[in-house]
């Protein structure tokens, strides 16, 4: 007859089974420790792939503060009201000194393969660039996560302009609108937008609670968030009904039809293979002028050329206005209540 009390019994049954499962499958019985390196070598191997399709619309979208700002009738969808669709998100996230897919390395691997001809300079900046120690990418730290869009279906592999249009987008909406104690205006109406949307990344840097000192004094945690996208915009139209541009343009009554966005002219379209390019790093920070807490928007950046076939002025079109290197550097935000 046992003494032990029945947690005892129950123990001494499971370590029973346990011993007996070790003779029964001797392969089992032995467990060995991974040490970091050979950890380091599996870190990161499996991740997830989404293939995403869709269509979103939203009827109003208000901000409320003393009066209202809203945004009406927004619609995203595929051109001509399609489905949004053949996009593949690849997530991870990173191991120490991993390289994962980041903007144009999909051009590199098929350079690499001689599927494209690296005499476009383009595609030879993509090889340059997007080649680490034999794969293609950027390298990440550990823990950074790591989100990517691409399509699901580029196309021919041979085919430069079958990988730039292979995501379709368009971008609707009926008007934007401001609402007061005196009544309503109209900021923006008839937007329409469409175009291709090129490789995007989303990048979750893991720096702990480190922080750094922006060039203006912010400081900023460095652990942000990162966006890296390229896109084109190939017919675009809005009117443009009472707003400011940068304080110093108002373009009251102004309609734009065949807007272009891209980046095919000009000193700097190395390595955007003729589309538009931004970026930016959002994270926690710290005004300097102010003291105040809040989003820090830093290390903003846009580069394109606009064209704009048609600028009118009320009823009647004044004739055709572009932009070559259009750039917006240097630029920093700090968002907070008041």
């Known amino acids: 007859m046992s003494l032990l009390p029945p947690q005892g019994r129950t123990l001494r049954a499971c370590l029973g089974l346990i011993a007996g499962t070790s003779l029964a499958f001797p392969a089992m019985a032995e467990f060995q420790a991974l040490d970091d390196a050979t950890l380091s070598g599996v870190t990161g191997q499996a991740g997830v792939t989404i293939e995403l399709e869709t269509r979103l619309t939203i009827d109003h979208l208000i901000w409320t503060d003393e009066g209202s700002l809203g945004v009406n009738g927004l619609r995203l969808s595929g051109q001509n009201d399609t ?4 996009m593949n998100l690849t997530i991870d ?3 120490t000194g991993e390289v994962l897919e980041h ?3 999909e051009i590199a691997r098929r350079a690499n393969a001689g599927l494209l001809d690296t005499s476009n300079p383009d595609v030879a900046d993509a090889l340059a660039r997007y080649s680490v120690g034999g794969s293609f990418g950027r390298q990440f730290d550990n823990g950074d996560l790591v989100i990517h869009l691409g399509a699901s279906d580029y196309g021919d592999p041979a085919s430069l302009t079958d990988y730039l249009q292979a995501v379709d987008f368009e971008l609707a909406i009926d008007s934007i609108t401001t609402q007061g104690s005196e009544g309503s205006a109209s900021l923006f109406s008839n937007i329409l937008l469409q175009g291709y949307l090129g ?4 990048v979750i ?7 750094r000192t922006l060039a203006n004094g912010n400081t900023v945690s460095s652990s942000e968030l990162q966006l890296d996208t390229h896109f084109e915009i190939s017919n675009g139209s809005l009117n443009w009904d009472a707003a400011d541009v940068i304080l110093l343009f108002n373009f009251a009554a102004v309609g734009i039809e065949g807007l272009q966005i891209h980046n095919r002219r000009g000193a700097d379209t190395l390595g955007h293979f003729g589309m538009a390019h931004a970026r930016a790093s959002l994270s926690r920070g710290t005004s300097s002028a102010s003291g105040k807490e809040g989003l820090s928007v830093h290390e903003v950046e846009f580069r394109g050329d606009i064209d704009m076939p048609v600028f009118r ?12 290197d259009f750039a917006i550097t240097n630029t920093t935000l700090m968002v907070y209540g008041h």
């Open 205 to 211: 840097r893991n720096e702990g609670n480190a922080t």
């Open 83 to 86: 489905v949004l669709d053949n």
């Open 103 to 105: 903007g144009f390395s």
């Open 313 to 324: 002025m009320g009823d009647t079109s004044i004739g055709s206005v572009q932009f070559t």
């Open 93 to 95: 996230i990173a191991g």
């Open 199 to 202: 490789p995007t990344d989303l």
